[in-house]
């Protein structure tokens, strides 16, 4: 399999973005949840790794019922993180460090404290009344339809100042922007100018497939059982009529003609579910949509294998006119990867290799808060949860808040230097063994090779732009080929917890860019893995 590059030199393609989560960064007045002053604190450790930029999960107004992705006012700053004042000075630090800006917009659904919907439910002639999704009960008073929230139960809630339901996908407190109405759209774009306007260099558009619905409500039919535990009624059903909509690309080009308005902007669609490329390739085909989306195929992985990253890559043709893919391993929704993935034993070898890994791929990578440390996932007692699904389903699901935790920035300080006061969720109990202080001064730790790695991806165009060709993904070994403007590279990695030989005779006669594990020309060590230039 060959994946075409593309020769653009935009900032952003194939750029090394990391993913900030303000609660839990760093605290600077001590009320135990991280802020933006805190943010702009730490931006001299961002621009150390190597980034191009940073992205930031929401900082708005919100009651918090989701922890930010559930808005109250989209160009506001919510005073527990700070006020616009502090975004600003956060912006021109960044700019001034060399990182971009990238922030979270979400369209797809409000807070139910928003003005918009306290206008909207009050009756259904009002001037907002069609601004969000709201249908009559069947005759016999059930829901409109047998649509299930992503976090269980029907997407519809009763309101009695309408006699009728609206709908929401996740929370019943997010209920469901209807962006089939320009005026919904018009309003979108409006708060998008605003943060243009303050200098952000690009968005994350938050779950975007789910911004559109089917407007005749139809049922979503019976998903196959496929083996795996059920613990939601969402997985009873394929989402095909509550998400995904034809309709949706038409909204996206009105943005991108908005984003082409400034200079160099970048729009990354975060699109979830199963099989769902074809929408991720339809929402950035071509230049009038988003330019990047967002791949679940590594967050969603038990484990990973060769295979795993085969069929990943195979998913994008690398066609002219297709946009390009952005990987992550984890984030602020899914349980750390080394925790996922890394064997009992093996932790460090394999985040050596797995880190790798990363910056040999194609497309844009997302580096998590803290898995530049490798910060493993948190078992957060029952009582210090906060994570609303988490709380619904203990302990059945692995719950968001153990990826969520503080960063440790110093072993010899009071909560590993978060806070001075107890933080909003506890810390790993291993976490001040990884903290910065301490990997800081240590040449072979992760965070050293993870800046050593990022470095190589920026000053490498074959890493950062090239094409890619499969060569192998047998069971324990997978082979990587990367080309560009005359430069070819093989990047070799042992996925086994045993030695084997190099099967890429190419690269016996190569130059080594990049190894880990102590793996050469010839012999893979366990977890070992190489990046070669072929003459």
Known sequence: MTIAGNPSA??????????????SFADSNGDGIGDLAGIAGKLEYVASLGVDGIWLSPFFVSPMADFGYDVADYCGVD?????????DALVEQAHALGLKVIIDQVYAHTSDQHPWFTDSRQSSVNPKADWYVWADPKPDGSPPNNWASVFGGPSWTWDARRCQYYMHNFLSQQPQLNLHNLAVQDALLDTARFWLDRGVDGFRLDAINFGMHNRALTDNPVAPDDGRPRRRPAAYQTYVHNQ???EMPAFLTRLRKLLDQYDRRFSLAEIGGE?????????????EHLHSAYSFRFLAAKRITPAT???ALQKWSGAADEGLPCWAFSNHDAPRWISRWAPAGHEAEFARMIMLLLIALRGNIVLWQGEELGMTQVDIPFERLRDPEAIANWPLTDGRDGARTPMPWRSDAPNCGFSLAEPWLPLGE?????AVNLQDQDAGSLLNLTRRLIARRRSTSALRLGEITVLDAALDVLVLERTWDGQTLHCIFNFSDREMPNPDAAAASGKIVEAVNEATLYRLAPFGGIIVELG
């Open 10 to 23: 935009d900032w952003w393609r194939g750029a090394a973005i990391y993913q900030i989560y303000p609660r």
């Open 430 to 434: 291993d976490h001040s063994q990884l």
């Open 275 to 287: 099989d769902v490329e074809p929408v991720m390739q339809a929402y950035t085909a071509g230049q």
């Open 309 to 311: 990253v085969r069929d």
């Open 244 to 246: 995904g909509q034809p």
């Open 79 to 87: 005073p527990i993180f700070g006020g616009l004042a502090d975004f």
